[in-house]
């Protein structure tokens, strides 16, 4: 007799939240993004590398993306099959298209300037997409964990 196993389907989780667009509300989407990927049992080292993403996204969506009493939300999409998280930032100014710094590398002492540098190095891969009537999405992949076996 022949038994097969049986097949857990693949499971996809999402978290979002509306946050206040200010530095307060910045800091406050990268504790609960750690909170929930740490509820979710994502390994310590993928946490890591999200949550500087996360503070980045957000910080740039609080100080560029900002327009007087709009928020910003925060998104995470964990994909189990696949391994991907997708972290997701979306603000109001969606003419204010983030761009990878073409300018010289920052001094050491510069307070800014390497957010998208930081982004760019953690993130599989990312970009931005619109978000009518006005706004823009800047979003960022990385993989957490080995796809399940299908």
Known sequence: MHVTPPHLAPCVRAFSQLLSSTRRGARLARLLAVGQLRAWQ??????????????????NAALHGRVQDRDFRVSL????????????????????LPRENTKPEPTPDAEEGRGLLLVTALADRWSTDPYPPGGKT??????VHEPSPG
């Open 42 to 59: 994502v390994p310590p080292a993928a946490i890591e590398r999200a949550e500087q993403i996360v503070a980045e996204l957000a910080a």
């Open 138 to 143: 800047v979003w960022a992949e990385l993989r």
């Open 77 to 96: 999409t964990l994909d189990t099959a696949t391994g991907a998280l997708r972290i997701a930032v979306t603000d109001a100014r969606g003419e204010q």
